[in-house]
């Protein structure tokens, strides 16, 4: 069972960045496409980005683009996101995950705790 492990968030005012990564175990993290996934408070949990399994192809939500940038580094089975000028709507904690491919957003593995972000205006 992958294991996944967030981390990097925090609070932040509103324009600032952050950079959150995500670590898995096992051998197998090179051959998911992985994506990130964000819940805020009373709302479903939500793709943020995507991208496959060699790093070439990325996909971001519309909220995000031009903003957060997904990448990854397969020799250390870490996934990233960076987020740049922050709004406080996108307060929320933030998943990683693998999903199947960019056409289906359904987890592969279980969920780690997340991190939370926090923006304030």
């Known amino acids: 069972q992958v294991q996944l492990v967030e981390s990097g968030g925090g609070l932040v005012q509103a324009g600032g960045s952050l950079r959150l990564s995500c670590a898995a175990s096992?051998?197998?993290?090179?051959?998911?496409?992985m994506a990130w996934f964000r819940q805020a408070p009373g709302k479903e949990r939500e793709f943020v980005a995507g991208?496959?399994?060699?790093?070439?192809?990325?996909i971001h939500t519309n909220s995000v683009k031009g903003r957060f940038t997904i990448s990854r580094d397969n020799a250390k089975n870490t996934v990233f996101l960076q987020m740049d000028s922050l709004k406080p709507e996108d307060t929320a904690v933030y998943y990683c995950n693998a999903i199947s491919n960019f056409g289906n957003y359904s987890p592969v593995h279980s969920w780690g705790q997340g991190t939370q972000v926090t923006v304030s205006s």
């Open positions: 096992g051998r197998t993290f090179s051959t998911y496409t």
């Open positions: 991208i496959s399994r060699s790093g070439d192809m990325t």
